[in-house]
């Protein structure tokens, strides 16, 4: 018990630390209420969104809307092997890209290691703005309407590279590589085998930024992809509410007869759809919060 | 022979200068080797596009015996600065312009003061569980993407069933969205922003407080003497590239958020909201006007960068970005 008063010596009264729990906590609450929100929503029956409206307290839990969306069926599972299939095959080429990349502006004794910084740092200061760029990946890339309209665009993050720059640099002694080098070991394998196997943690963490950037991109296929069949699930969501708030906006344009309100959306299904997406994301992220959370603070530190 | 001769002449070869030339030199290419993916991309990806951006002191048409990026530029009639005239005309472009810097502004602000302010708060904490915990709630916004955002928001402002439907027709009414598009934006990064002050509050050496409060030093006095002079080299390089960023804003918040409802477009137009509007639109010369628009805010952005950092470095170059 002395032990743990001396703790005490430096530290705020018992209230002020009770405050600072409140005004904290409170914070954090209103960071995950609105998901919370949502799962409740999509767990809401109809009749009960008709008679009180969205509620945290809804009048009847059902799953219908789960059923509605995997009813969608096809629409939905293309959208959601295409999300799965940039994911993946964009993380790891944007890996691999990085890893060499980074390779290169730490290892010492490079003579273009200055030229290629200069490359790399200077489209952080300065870009040529959007419509050259999306006539570069459509007109002469040709990449439009193809599922690598929305990879390309982002196989490589300088921010990225700079953190695995400096991974590389706090966590790997260069006398390791010159070693290995004169052991006859070529770059290549003192990428690979070597640096690659100690900077685990550094890549995990740009991996993870990188597979979350994937999995959460709408935008280039806002830019590209006009082709249902190659829309991932962010831009599915988007549409499917776009669609619905254009139709709400002109119903008295389009005329209420017009429209089959049988075939549209329920609030519910997408709601239902929302958490669909957030869920690889939630489960998965109290194991990676703190590799992001390490490897950031390790990359941060500046030269 | 020769063949034979040559390999056992590389083997038997002592270490002279001119062996550990050859060593570096093949070095030198491997690693090169390794640069050229990410190299590549970097000229396609981000520097054609700035060759591309002449196209902003263009009529730009289609070259038609070789239509193709590098024939309709080289193919266009230059017509100097009139598309850059959207600058002078109206107020859609001065009203989307001071959006863009006072909600930036605001952003910039807010989220250094409350970012500071929560990642001290939270050091506070006693309880190692509890500070990990509020740190894993506030970090997960910031892993939602701004579709699935809008959705959050949108269950509370929904017309029929939303929690706020019956204070206003919110989609249809610009009041009040400057507090809601700032709330979000806090909402999805004060998390992330807090956490990079935590980690930089965590790395000051715990003697010096202790020191400080047997000199008698208060709470307020530490952190006032002690943390924020620590940490405002981070607070400092954050700011500096807020401040770069400060005419860029987020497609997404201002995009998504608002659901692209035209009746709030006085308060939420931005400037890439702007140009991607204009660029969809079907009016003639309308890829023009957008470069020149994305031009005018990529120099106005240089500047901004180049200036914050010029001035940092001259009041202490320890604390500048470059």
Redesign the interface.
Same mark, same amino acid.
């Given at each position: 018990m002395a032990g743990r008063k001396k703790f005490r010596i430096n530290k705020v009264s018992r209230a002020s630390e009770a405050l600072f729990h409140v005004i904290v906590g409170g914070f954090a609450l209103i960071c995950i209420i609105p998901f919370v929100f949502i799962i409740i929503i999509a767990f809401t029956g109809a009749e009960s969104l008709r008679t009180i409206g969205y509620s945290f307290f809804p009048a009847e839990v059902t799953m219908v809307n789960f059923n509605a969306a995997f009813e969608l069926g096809d629409q939905l599972w293309r959208s959601f092997y295409n999300s799965i299939f940039i994911t993946f095959i964009g993380t790891f080429l944007s890996l691999l890209i990085a890893i060499m990349y980074a390779y290169g502006l730490y290892r010492t004794g490079y003579p273009l290691k200055k030229f290629f910084t200069i490359l790399m740092f200077f489209t952080m200061l300065f870009g040529g703005g959007l419509v050259p760029f999306v006539i570069v990946i459509r007109n002469l890339l040709n990449l439009g309407d193809t599922i690598w309209a929305m990879i390309v665009p982002m196989l490589m993050a300088p921010f990225n590279v700079i953190i695995l720059r400096t991974f590389y640099k706090t966590c790997i002694p260069e006398s390791l590589l010159d070693a290995a080098n004169i052991d006859g070991c070529g770059e290549f394998r003192t990428l690979f085998s070597i640096v690659v196997p100690l900077a685990k943690p550094g890549i995990a963490t740009i991996g993870l930024l990188t597979a979350i950037g994937f999995w959460n991109d709408w935008w280039h296929a806002l830019l590209f992809v006009r082709d249902r069949s190659l829309i991932p699930l962010q831009f599915l969501l988007m549409e499917m509410q776009r669609n619905m708030e254009f139709i709400r906006r002109n119903i008295t344009m389009i005329g209420a007869e017009n429209i089959n309100f049988a075939d549209l959306p329920t609030q519910g299904l997408r709601m239902a759809l929302a958490v669909i997406i957030v869920v690889p994301i939630a489960f998965a992220y109290p194991f990676f919060q703190r590799y992001i959370i390490s490897g950031m603070t390790i990359g941060a530190v500046k030269e | 022979m020769i063949v034979t001769e040559g390999v056992e002449g590389l083997f038997m070869q002592p270490l002279t200068l001119n062996s550990k030339r050859s060593?570096?030199f093949?070095?030198?290419i491997?690693?090169?080797v390794?640069?050229l993916?990410?190299?590549i991309?970097?000229l396609?990806?981000?520097?054609?596009?700035?060759?591309?951006?002449v196209?902003a002191f263009q009529n730009h048409r289609p070259y038609v015996p070789n239509p !193709?990026?590098w024939g309709?530029i080289i193919n266009s009639p230059f017509v100097g600065l009139r598309n850059f005239q959207f600058i002078f005309f109206g107020d859609r472009a001065w009203n989307m312009i001071f959006n863009t810097i006072a909600y930036n502004a605001f952003f910039i602000v807010l989220t250094t003061v409350l970012g500071v302010a929560?990642a001290i708060?939270?050091t506070?904490? !006693?309880s190692k569980f509890?500070a990990k915990?509020?740190?894993?709630?506030?970090?997960?916004?910031f892993?939602?993407?701004w579709?699935? $955002?809008?959705?959050?928001?949108?269950?509370?402002l929904?017309? %029929?069933? !939303?929690?706020l439907?019956h204070v206003r027709e919110w989609?249809m009414d610009p009041t009040g969205w400057p507090v809601i598009l700032t709330s979000a934006h806090l909402?999805k990064t004060?998390?992330y922003t807090c956490?990079?002050y935590v980690?930089a509050i965590a790395g000051i050496d715990q003697g010096m407080?202790?020191a400080a $409060?047997i000199d008698g030093a208060s709470?307020w006095k530490q952190v006032w003497h002690i943390t924020i002079p620590t940490i405002k080299?981070?607070i400092i390089?954050l700011n500096i590239l807020a401040v770069?960023r400060i005419i860029m804003a987020d497609?997404?918040l201002f995009w998504?958020v608002t659901?692209?409802?035209g009746p709030l477009q006085r308060a939420t137009e931005v400037f890439?909201t702007y140009?991607?509007r204009v660029?969809i639109s079907n009016v003639a010369g309308a890829?023009d006007f957008? %470069?020149a $628009? !994305?031009?005018f805010?990529?120099i106005i952005?240089?500047i901004c960068?180049?200036g914050a950092n010029a001035i940092v470095r001259k009041i202490n170059p320890e604390n500048s970005l470059?």
């Open positions: - | 060593a570096r093949k070095k030198t491997a690693i090169t390794m640069m993916p990410g190299a991309w970097l396609v990806i981000r520097y054609l596009p700035m060759i591309g951006v196209m !193709g990026f309709n929560l708060l939270i506070e904490i !006693g509890f915990l509020y740190q894993t709630l506030m970090f997960f916004p892993f939602i993407s579709v699935v $955002a809008s959705y959050f928001v949108f269950a509370f929904e017309p %029929t069933f !939303g929690l439907a989609y909402w004060l998390g956490i990079v980690a407080y202790e $409060a709470k080299p981070m390089i770069g497609f997404g998504n659901m692209d409802s890439d140009v991607y660029m890829m957008a %470069t $628009a !994305g031009l805010q990529s952005g240089f960068i180049m470059f």
